[in-house]
Antibody, heavy 117, light 110 residues
């Protein structure tokens, strides 16, 4: 069955960096677009970034463009999110998610990122 | 990238039908049939309920249905059950090659 397991979350100071990873299994990873979505405490879901199956194109939400970089390694079935210049408002649970057509059909359980001094 | 507009809360009694709305713009909901709906009970990951406006993934009960008119998409839940109580989010692809979520609607089953 499809499994998405995020890792790399933790506590970081404002201005710091963190790299999230997502280990995918149970499907042909290289065939699917992948997303990162986050949910801040007490708030709703926010789309963060998407990368096409071959890594050729990636897009970002305005709130993270220029600070976050999405990437993938299809040989290792791994999705990554490099987060730089972190701000308190980036505090959230970050979900790795597999695309289905124009939606998302599988989500990981999420990894918590806390940006605080 | 303004969030889609959803009512903060909706409630209904068991057995009733409720409709959740999701209003966007001509840059997202109004132009593309690429609207999805997600259910998220507390403390769990979201679950896809509807994709491409009205398609149900396998395993989702046919009590859940989706539609769209102009810039507004809707999710209707018929025969409301206690287990349907959760936060519901809509999402749409946009003309900027990005996605946008709504603020979420908390569904309470009375």
């Amino acid at each position: 069955q499809v499994q998405l397991v995020e890792s790399g979350g933790g506590v970081v100071q404002p201005g710091g960096s963190l790299r999230l990873s997502c280990a995918a299994s149970g499907f042909t990873f290289s065939s699917f677009t992948m997303h990162w979505v986050r949910r801040a405490p007490g708030k709703g879901l926010e789309w963060v970034s998407v990368i096409q199956n071959d890594g050729a194109n990636a897009y970002y939400a305005d709130s993270v463009r220029g600070r976050f970089t999405i990437s993938r390694d299809n040989s290792k079935n791994t999705l990554s999110l490099q987060m730089n210049s972190l701000r308190p408002e980036d505090t959230a649970v970050y979900y790795c998610a597999k695309a289905l057509k124009w939606g998302v059909d599988y989500w990981g359980q999420g990894t918590l990122v806390t940006v605080s001094s | 990238q303004s969030a889609l507009t959803q009512p903060p809360s909706v409630s209904g009694s068991p057995g009733q039908s409720v409709t959740l709305s999701c209003t966007g713009t001509s840059s997202d909901v109004g132009t593309y049939n690429r609207v999805s709906w997600y259910q998220q009970p507390p403390g769990t990951a979201p679950k896809l309920m509807i994709y491409e406006v009205s398609n149900r993934p396998s395993g989702v009960p046919d009590r859940f249905s989706g539609s769209k008119s102009g810039n507004t998409a809707s999710l209707t839940i018929s025969g409301l059950q206690a287990e349907d109580e959760a936060d519901y989010y809509c999402s749409s692809y946009t003309s900027s090659n990005t996605w946008v979520f709504g603020g979420g609607t908390k569904l309470t089953v009375l």
